[in-house]
């Protein structure tokens, strides 16, 4: 049994992530919106691709700013936050679980429950860390990301009007299974993902601690506070940087599986078959066969764009969040 002490700090941290995950994802809608538009596209996302001739068709979606436009048009300003409802029911649980693991992981690692001991571990040991962190969440939170996929794909005319009418259609036609389509894939990626944007924004914390006692006579100061909350907010945009560059071919893989075998408009251009991919490893084949490396990268511009204000969102307000109910609680 826990001590009523590590409980309170266990509801700290899943209150604080599942706060600050809704938060980020509520203001980086509109760009996870057009790059998941693009990963589901067979077609070439760029103008520069349909003029080398690499895919025959025409294109729904040729860039960020044509994109933009189109989904304005047709669907108005709610059209960015397509899928959103689902998406917050994902990201609330899976940064609430993420944060909780991660602060059990690292105290025991640290042996300190304090948030300040926790920079002390070894680099590695955060970078796993993080890694584990993510797969947990993942588990836990992964049908409402499919969910948001499919919702954030289809467009108009909608295919599936209401989150409850994709959930059953899934279920009445892949099975319960068919709520954890592409789900090895996406282990396969939170792995190094999770593990790169929590050890990279550990490492960045540690640099710009460092940096701050190297140009301060109070060499004393040494807390997390030292960090100005611009610091904490350059932190958390280079680390979600970093992961997103890495790891982006397989989320489009991901997006792939999700997606497969579901109805949508034909303006939208080709529909991933049925059981198109045999695994993993052969959807990237088939990907790059087809479509060329760029289309392991498909979404890259506004996936970074969006990856990096939403990690720094993210972390700015899960260590503003845990502070307040830090000093509320106590």
């Not at 460092?210 to 960090?227: A, K």
């Not at 490396?293 to 764009?305: D, E, M, R």
Request: net charge positive.
């Amino acid at each position: 049994m826990e001590e009523p002490g590590q409980i309170k700090r266990a509801l700290l941290d899943a209150s604080a992530g599942a706060i600050s995950g809704g938060i980020s994802r509520t203001v980086t809608s509109p760009l996870d919106v057009i790059k998941i538009r693009f990963q589901v596209q067979l077609e070439p996302t760029s103008s520069w691709a349909l003029l080398r001739g690499d895919l025959s068709g025409s294109s729904k979606y040729t860039g960020m700013s044509q994109a933009t436009k189109d989904i304005l048009r047709e669907e108005g300003l709610p059209g960015f936050w397509r899928g959103n409802v689902p998406a917050l029911l994902m990201v609330m649980p899976y940064t609430a679980i993420q944060f909780a693991v991660l602060h059990k992981l690292k105290t025991f690692a640290s042996g300190s429950s304090k948030t300040v001991d926790h920079l002390s571990i070894s680099p590695y040991l955060s970078y796993i860390s993080g890694g584990l962190a993510g797969c947990a969440a993942t588990v836990g939170s992964y049908p409402f990301d499919l969910l948001r996929t499919i919702l954030a794909s289809q467009g108009e005319p909608k295919v599936y009007p209401t989150m409850r009418s994709a959930l059953f259609d899934i279920i009445s036609t892949r099975g319960f299974r068919g709520l954890y389509a592409g789900l090895s894939p996406t282990l396969v990626e939170i792995v190094p993902y999770a593990g790169l944007q929590f050890g990279t924004y550990d490492t960045f914390k540690r640099w710009a601690m460092t940096w701050n006692r190297s140009r301060s006579f109070n060499t004393s100061s040494t807390t997390d506070h030292s960090l100005s909350s611009f610091q904490l907010f350059i932190c958390g945009l280079a680390a979600g940087t970093c992961a997103k560059l890495v790891c982006h071919p397989l989320d489009v893989v991901k997006k792939r599986f999700q997606i497969e075998g579901l109805q949508r408009h034909p303006k939208y251009g080709a529909r991933v078959d049925h059981r198109a991919y045999k695994n993993m490893f052969d959807a990237l084949q088939r990907i790059l066969q087809s479509e060329g490396w760029h289309g392991l990268y498909k979404g890259i511009v506004p996936s970074t764009i969006k990856a990096a204000p939403a990690g720094a969102v993210t972390f700015v307000a899960y260590e503003f969040t845990s502070d307040w109910l830090e000093s509320i609680l106590s």
